[in-house]
């Protein structure tokens, strides 16, 4: 089938605007047959009014809060707040991203740079790791021309964390051109490492019957596309940065279930992954207590 | 950043169409970042061979992240995308290409877009 645009997943559970576009000199046969599809122009007007009305809510990364924020946001759900108290445990706060559909990657990206922050020994690496990553862009078939803006940017906040403080990072980080950069960039790397390592993943898109290069295409490199385990297992290997995500979810008992995702498994416990919060559709960052 | 990406982006792109362009692909008009024209020939073998088709694309400062919105200029000739396939034999219009045509928007991003053969 010829595609003809990406429609995003994050829209259609709202109700959409009623379509306009309508023949009037059509048969009884084509009315009936008509299927009311938004035109592009639509979902991106509408696709902006939910992102305007996303940005008026919160900056794409906010201030650290309270984890306590969570228990008031689930204060109505019996299963999710039972977990948020059993969290409370290990966990005292939460940073939020904007649901722009690019949470997990923003998310990620803070995250890690923050931890580059706070911890000097492991700064020097994490340069290293990212400037590998033009390599394996190029190996994964992607022109220099078409990542090298984004690449840019993302090295030279990165580089500039050692000069840099908590504040600047987050102001930085809530900067469009900035933070979408960093997210693209992350975009291309998890995309590119995908391609290059296509025999190990493939098996798992039978399902859904596509391969990986229609995957990346769609689901990964596609800006504000949610992310699921391909991506977050993709990205964490690129970049050797372990990541666990907490997953909030209706199930019963106050048992957060955590995924754990490290880049080999000998280096487990050796240092401390990042941690994301996830509640269905969304990723958040968190802290442990320190 | 002294200059935005998205110019920054296009200034590239424009270079490089310039220097190694694609076969049959020309460069009309660049003269500001909002909008450019491309002028395409019909590659040898296929059924639009040697015919001028000129496009004109339209560039937000969102660009790349949003892609730029692409009409055929005048003279143009509506072509059905099926027939530009290189499987095709004959150049053929759209069942419905002049329902479509009466009631077309102005930017195909107005468009919606109907499938008819989902076999391809």
């Given amino acids: 089938m010829l595609k003809g645009f990406l429609r995003h997943k994050s829209i259609q559970p709202l109700t959409p605007p009623s379509p306009t576009l309508r023949a009037s000199n059509m ?30 809510k919160i900056p794409l990364v906010c201030q650290k809060e309270s984890i306590d924020a ?159 385990h391909l991506q977050i297992t993709a990205l964490t290997k690129a970049l050797d940065v372990p990541v666990e995500v907490l997953y909030l979810d209706g199930s019963s008992g106050d048992h957060v279930a955590v995924h754990e995702f490290w880049p080999d498994e000998a280096s487990k416990g050796s240092r401390k992954a990042l941690q994301l919060i996830y509640r269905p559709g969304h990723y958040d960052i968190l802290y442990r207590k320190e | 950043m002294a200059k935005p990406l998205f110019t920054r982006r296009l200034t590239k792109e424009l270079k490089d169409l310039s220097l190694n362009p694609p076969e049959g692909v020309t460069v009309e008009d660049a003269s500001t970042f909002k909008s450019w024209v491309i002028l395409i020939v019909g590659a040898p073998g296929t059924l639009y061979e040697g015919e001028h088709f000129k496009l004109e694309f339209h560039f937000t ?14 003279p143009y000739i509506p072509i059905h995308i099926q027939s530009m396939l290189s499987s ?16 077309a928007k102005s930017s195909p991003k107005k468009t919606s877009w109907a499938f008819h053969d989902d076999t391809v």
């Avoid at chain 1, 399902?207 to 990346?216: A, K, L």
């Fill in chain 2, 88 to 103: 095709c034999t004959k150049k053929e219009l759209p069942p419905d290409n002049d329902l479509y045509v009466r009631n």
């Fill in chain 1, 27 to 56: 048969t009884s046969q084509e009315q009936n047959d008509w299927q009311p599809e938004l035109t592009d122009e639509q979902i991106l007007a509408f696709e902006q009014k939910i992102k305007d009305e996303e940005a008026e």
């Fill in chain 1, 70 to 228: 969570l228990e008031k946001e689930f204060q109505d759900n019996k299963p999710f707040l039972e977990k948020v108290q059993k969290l409370k445990e290990t966990n005292d706060e939460l940073r939020k991203c904007r649901g722009d559909g690019n949470c997990f990657f923003r998310a990620f990206a803070f995250a890690w740079f923050e931890s580059l922050m706070r911890n000097p020994h492991i700064f020097k690496a994490g340069v290293e790791k990212l400037k590998s990553t033009t390599e394996l862009l190029l190996s994964g078939g992607f022109q220099e021309l078409a990542f090298e803006d984004f690449y840019d940017v993302t090295l030279n906040q990165l580089e500039q964390i050692p000069d840099s403080d908590p504040d600047l990072l987050l102001v930085n980080f809530q900067t469009e051109e900035i933070s979408n950069s960093i997210v693209m960039h992350l975009r291309f790397v998890t995309s590119a490492y995908l391609k290059i390592h296509s025999a190990e993943y493939e098996p798992f898109l039978i399902v859904e019957s596509i391969s990986i290069d229609q995957f990346c295409a769609q689901e990964v490199e596609a800006f504000g596309r949610e992310s699921d």
């Fill in chain 2, 61 to 74: 400062p969102s660009y790349p992240l949003e892609s730029p919105e692409v009409l055929f200029i005048k």
